[in-house]
């Protein structure tokens, strides 16, 4: 979009087409898209950071394919898959997550007040030609 802008000296035109922000290399946006892997983009204790950084990497950048590890170009039906953002929290703002890397002990809870997971959702070739609805948790803490 452009929008112009005047001054008492002079008329100028700003193109504001790229609002966002992409082309700060320290943005969210493009830090998500530049990692190496999704794992770098794990900020500790910011969950809602992370799941936002990863959401955009997945909607925006290159879709792992994590039954075979590959990276695909564009080649994956990214419109059969669907991303949820799920805030988990209760009212005593308690909630125990096993297997966190804030945890001393894989297996002994960690507390948080309240925690951010992404969950991504396809559906895929089942047996007998039937479509199966596929879940999976995505949480850069665990």
């Known amino acids: 979009m452009l929008l112009q802008r005047s001054s008492a000296s002079n008329n100028t ?5 790229n609002s966002s922000g992409i082309d700060n290399p320290n943005c969210a946006s493009a830090t998500a898209l530049s990692s190496r892997s999704e794992q770098d983009l794990r900020v500790p204790c910011y969950c809602e950071e992370n799941v936002w950084r990863l959401a955009y990497r997945r909607l925006f950048g290159s879709i792992v394919n994590t039954s075979s590890s590959s990276v695909n170009k564009g080649d994956t039906d990214k419109e059969n898959i669907q991303y949820y953002v799920v805030f988990v929290s209760n009212e005593q703002k308690c ?3 096993l297997h966190q890397k804030a945890s001393r002990d894989a297996n002994a809870p960690c507390f948080w007040d309240y925690h951010v997971i992404l969950i ?22 665990t």
Not at 13 to 17: E, F, I, L
């Open 13 to 17: 035109t700003t193109d504001r087409s």
């Open 95 to 97: 909630c125990p997550m």
């Open 120 to 141: 991504q959702c396809s559906k895929q070739q089942g047996q007998k030609g039937r479509k199966t609805n596929v879940a999976q948790v995505l949480d850069l803490d």
